[in-house]
């Protein structure tokens, strides 16, 4: 094989490992982002259960005042 061919070949093989290692973060990146968005849809519902009982807590107040 002479020089030509291995740098062409080098230059292949180092286009394919930076297009595997960049899609490979994208896609970490993606699961990351929903792994947030997860997260904070779990903490949106505590919130609004949270909302939903503070008129309970208001009315028991009242029954006892």
């Known amino acids: ?29 993606v699961a990351a982002e929903e792994n947030v968005n997860s997260k904070w849809s779990q903490v949106e519902n505590q919130l609004q259960r949270r909302a939903d009982l503070i008129p309970n807590l208001v009315e028991t107040v009242k029954g006892y005042a």
């Open 1 to 29: 094989m002479n020089n030509k061919a291995s740098a062409i070949l080098a230059i292949v093989v180092v286009v394919a490992f930076l297009l595997v290692f960049a899609f490979g973060s994208y896609n970490g990146l």
